[in-house]
């Protein structure tokens, strides 16, 4: 049977995270948040799950109807949302590893889309896929695009639709697909991350309970010389990012990547002054 290797967030080095990734894939860290934080985040996001309904609202084609779900609650933008998730994208932890893993490929890397998920009961299993695959243009010899996270803001477990995850399947031929056998679900309770790359499988799980609810929030990095699938800039207005930490402000796109996404052939931080 396949396994994740699990770490406990206060004591994890960005090193150990890196070597799990490199072997399997992905990495199971407990305690990757801290209790208050935990709290903020599914406080702060609370006030948005339920005024805005399941499914998607404006769908780019059917196909993404049925990748998303038609009972989870999905919306992007959190910087805008919670405070919480400021602190969040700060933590050391997660951009340690997006620089032992991206930084050898790029000059800086970009958060990619940040997204609350909450799989209610009645939802089906969503097929497996990469997430690297939103890029399907790259040629196959190409280097790591993505590290993400998928952070457990209630308790996950196999009957409330727990992560799926293909350990090693970073590895395999792109037109592999996983045996039964090969799957496992990423079981893990609140206040832990499903780190993994953008080159391995997984997909969100079946919620076969009858009145539970799995809230997980989902966030990575991408190299920065890529268009990322969240646009940063119409989901987190310029007013808000204004006042936030000049790394956040780098990450949601107004550091140019050398002579990609300049303003005037210049940074564009400058129009946070």
């Not at 940040?114 to 209610?120: G, H, S, T």
């Not at 803001?153 to 992560?163: K, S, V, Y």
């Not at 699938?229 to 550091?255: D, H, S």
Request: contains cysteine; hydrophobic residues 40%; charged residues 20%.
């Amino acid at each position: 049977m396949p396994s994740l290797e699990r770490l406990v967030g206060p004591t994890t080095t960005a090193e150990e995270v890196n070597a799990a990734l490199d072997r399997d894939g992905a990495v199971i860290v407990e305690q990757a948040i801290d209790a208050e934080i935990l709290a903020g985040l599914n406080a702060d996001l609370d006030q948005f799950v339920d005024d805005l309904g399941v499914g998607l609202r404006n769908p780019v084609n059917d196909r993404m109807v049925a990748f998303y779900g038609s009972s989870t609650v999905r919306f992007d933008g959190l910087p805008a949302k919670s405070a919480s998730f400021l602190d969040l994208m700060q933590l050391p932890l997660m951009q340690d590893v997006a620089d032992l893993v991206l930084k050898p490929h790029c000059e800086d890397y970009l958060l990619n889309t940040a997204q609350l998920i909450e799989i209610r009961p009645g939802e089906t299993a969503q097929w497996l896929h990469r997430d690297e695959e939103a890029w399907p243009h790259m040629p196959p010899e190409r280097p790591q695009l993505e590290v993400e996270a998928m952070f457990a803001l209630t308790d996950f477990t196999t009957a409330n639709g727990a992560t799926q995850v293909v350990p090693g399947s970073h590895r395999w031929e792109p037109d592999r697909e996983a045996a039964p056998h090969e799957i496992l679900q990423a079981e893990m309770p609140a206040g832990s991350a499903l780190v993994y790359l953008g080159s391995t499988l997984h997909g969100g799980g079946a919620n076969t309970t009858e009145s539970t609810r799995r809230r997980g929030m989902f966030f990575g990095y991408v190299v920065g010389w890529l268009r990322t699938e969240e646009n940063m800039f119409l989901t987190v207005p310029i007013e808000a990012v204004k006042t936030m930490p000049t790394r956040v402000q780098e990450l949601l796109g107004y550091k140019p990547h050398g002579p990609i996404g300049v303003v005037d052939v210049g940074t564009p931080m400058v129009l946070l002054t």
